[in-house]
Every structure is written in structure tokens, then in C-alpha cells.
């Protein structure tokens, strides 16, 4: 397995064991200690689960699994591909770490890095998929039913 796919994984895994540890927190403090729930640290939650690791590990998988890139295509760029790795990531872990911050501490005005992380999920997610568009194809060798 190529080095981007293994960090895809792996960080979408570490997201997934994170995002656990962050909603069996805010579940014990609702269930058994009748603590309200600040909505950014679920927002938190939701977008750790969603974007850190199922989005992340299809994103894994997809570049892993797809048709290779014929060798006349100029359009997949494995670079692009890291960059996107690196985007995504950084991103959603901004968004994260921001609305954890923000949900305890909402007098920081630390508002406009949610949307920043935002941005940045949108655009890593654009460029995963413009790398990818050409990778859309049938396999070379057609398999046999």
C-alpha cells in the first residue's frame, strides 16, 4: 500500500478513535451528569466523525483502488493528490481543535478560523475530485464475469 493511502488511513482512523472518545464524553456528561452540550463542541463531533474519517477513508480508498492513471494522462497529479492529503487534514483538524475551543471559550472570536477550516475542507474535497475525474474509468483488462 503507497505511502498517501497509509496516511489517509491511518489519520482517518485516528480521527475515527477520537471522534468516539469526544461524543462517549459528551454522552456520559448529558446521560450521567446532566451537563448541557455547547453545539460547536457537537458540530465538533459530527465534522471529526464525518469529514476526519469516513470522507478521509473514502478519499483513501478511492485513490487506492480507482484505475490507474493511463500513461498519456496529464490531468492525475500524485502530487496533487498529497497536497490534497495535507489540505483536508489540516483543515479539518483546525475546524476541530477551533470548535472545541469555541465551545467553552466563545469570547475568543476565533469564529472566522471555523470558517477558514471550512474553506479548506470544501477545497481539498474540489481537488480531490478534479485529480481523480480521469481516474473514472473501466479497468484497462476487462475482468472476466
Known amino acids: 500500500m503507497p505511502p498517501l493511502i497509509q496516511r489517509y488511513i491511518k489519520t482517518s482512523f ?3 478513535l477520537l471522534g468516539l472518545f469526544v461524543g462517549g464524553g459528551m454522552s456520559v456528561a448529558w446521560g450521567f451528569l446532566g451537563w448541557t452540550i ?3 463542541l457537537i458540530t465538533a463531533h459530527v465534522h471529526l466523525l464525518l469529514v476526519g474519517f469516513v470522507v478521509m477513508l473514502i478519499m483513501g480508498v478511492a485513490t ?3 484505475p490507474r492513471p493511463r500513461r498519456d494522462d ?3 497529479r500524485p502530487e496533487l493528490a498529497a497536497v490534497t492529503y495535507w489540505i483536508i487534514t489540516l483543515s479539518t483538524a483546525l475546524r476541530f481543535f477551533t470548535e472545541v475551543v469555541m465551545a467553552f ?3 475568543l472570536g476565533l469564529t ?3 470558517a477558514l ?3 479548506g475542507q470544501l477545497l481539498a474535497g474540489l481537488l480531490f475530485v478534479f485529480n481523480m475525474w480521469s481516474r473514472v474509468r473501466a479497468p484497462s483488462v476487462p475482468r472476466e464475469l
Do not use: V
Request: aromatic share 24%; hydrophobic share 50%.
Open 14 to 16: 485516528a480521527c475515527f
Open 38 to 40: 455547547p453545539h460547536l
Open 64 to 66: 487506492w483502488m480507482f
Open 74 to 76: 496529464t490531468r492525475y
Open 105 to 107: 471559550w466563545p469570547s
Open 112 to 114: 472566522p478560523l471555523i
Open 117 to 119: 477550516g471550512g474553506l
